[in-house]
């Protein structure tokens, strides 16, 4: 049967595709950004996850202001890195896992999870920013990926508690998916940053690394941070962390942490980054 | 998170963070057609035709004038107020060639090597930052 092994925390800033693709990630501003995906390159190699469950969310690029799924499932076969404006990343076509991806969204259908399914999706830097962090510049990614875009735009948003419950049914609905595959959920986003307004700029080093602290502990806290105290505290965009939580959910109750690593900053933004594995 | 019972007082919590403007789906509403013509700028064609012309592209859209007026000025704080999404609104700058981070240091009371220097120490803090009732 299909398990998931492990799960990945990760900011998608714009700015380090951009470190990838021009070659910076090694200069004295990326350099201390990138030293803290070492571990996790090597440990991907090692790990050849099948699957990637990969959480983002879509910024004003596949999706415009008409149609907007809080939840939506990429169930197609193939995802182009999409032209954000100025021409695509230079990176791989995406491959899906439509049969996995179809078989989540039925469950989670049934799950009572109201979900959108999605067959033709261009995939912006949410999501092919973590694959660069985590796998390099491949000439094609070493894995399947299955997109699943979150509303963390428009509010309200989902809540926290909904997006844990979302990855713990997830975890279900993998479980029971005939066929040996090593499935990895990989949340992203974060963490506190603010893009617009007299008080952009806002980072907190200090709350960022409190979530981290709870998203390890052998309890599920975190699902119960309002939105308001993501936005007080972390900035208006800060709130894409309750993409962490689906991964989180669909780890179980107990965690390991393998990896951490936090670094500010990277353009407007703090950079987080985590590496939990489930604790039978 | 519990489940909001009080919709009002969840929106009222979201118009008490100092210097932020909350995407609601009042401002949505607001900015659909101002959000609508900054998507249309991911377009090269469409690119085209707003750098030949601003002014003539924002006329075949439905926004009021005011909308128009703040696009034009590039007046980004105003464009929120109006129901723009930052998301949307940075396929202007984009179009521009601004960075993201100078396009947000447009909307603060600093230069943006003032804000870059910021940023390079850590960051806006938190503190006072918080809720303009509270003061915290």
Redesign the interface.
């Known amino acids: 049967m299909a398990r998931i092994t492990a799960g990945v925390g990760s900011s998608h800033v714009p700015l380090m595709g951009v470190a990838v693709d021009q070659g910076k990630t090694g200069d004295d501003y990326f350099g201390p950004i990138f030293k803290g995906y070492e571990w996790t390159r090597a440990w991907e190699r090692e790990q050849k996850p099948d699957v990637i469950v990969l959480v983002y969310n879509d910024h004003a690029s596949a999706f415009d202001a008409n149609i907007i799924p809080t939840f939506a499932i990429g169930c197609g076969d193939r995802y182009k890195p999409a032209d954000e404006g100025w021409g695509p990343r230079p990176v791989p076509d995406v491959e899906g896992h439509a049969d996995l991806a179809w078989h989540i969204a039925q469950c989670l259908i049934l799950d009572e999870f109201d979900m959108t399914i999605i067959n033709e999706l261009d995939v912006d830097h949410g999501l092919t920013v973590p694959l660069s962090m985590m796998f390099g510049t491949p000439a094609k990614w070493p894995c399947r990926v299955i997109p699943l875009a979150v509303n963390v735009v428009t509010y309200p948003v989902p809540s926290g508690n909904r997006c844990w419950a979302l990855g713990e049914a997830i975890a279900r609905a993998v479980a029971s998916f005939p066929g040996d595959l090593n499935v990895q959920v990989w949340g992203t986003g974060g963490m506190s940053h603010q893009l617009q307004g007299p008080r952009a700029g806002l980072l907190n080093r200090e709350w960022d690394n409190r979530f981290m602290d709870m998203l390890e502990a052998d309890n599920d806290l975190a699902r119960h941070i309002p939105h308001i105290e993501y936005l007080r505290e972390t900035g208006s965009e800060g709130i894409e962390m309750v993409m962490w939580l689906i991964m989180r959910g669909a780890l179980g109750q107990k965690v390991k942490r393998l990896h951490r690593h936090y670094h500010i900053p990277c353009s407007n933004t703090a950079i987080g980054h985590i590496v939990l594995g489930p604790v039978e | ?4 019972a009080d919709i009002q007082a ?1 929106l009222d ?2 118009e008490d ?9 009042q401002r ?1 509403r607001l ?2 057609h101002l ?2 013509f ?2 249309s ?2 377009k090269p064609e469409n690119r085209e035709r707003w750098m030949a012309d601003e002014r003539a592209y924002l006329d075949q859209w439905p926004l009021s004038e005011d909308q128009k007026l703040a696009v034009l000025a590039r007046d ?2 105003r464009l ?1 107020d109006l129901g723009g ?4 609104m ?2 202007i700058f ?2 521009d060639g601004i960075p ?2 100078e396009a ?2 447009t ?3 600093m230069t943006f090597p003032e ?1 870059r220097e ?3 120490k ?5 503190i006072g ?3 303009i009732k509270g003061g915290y």
């Not at chain 2, 963070?17 to 789906?25: L, N």
């Open positions: 998170m519990t489940k909001v969840y919590e979201l963070i100092p210097g932020t403007r909350v995407y609601t789906a949505a900015g659909y959000n609508q900054a998507m700028l991911m980004y704080n929120l999404n930052i998301y949307f940075s396929k984009s179009t993201f981070a947000c240091s909307m603060t009371d804000y910021m940023m390079l850590g960051g806006r803090s938190p930052n918080r809720s």
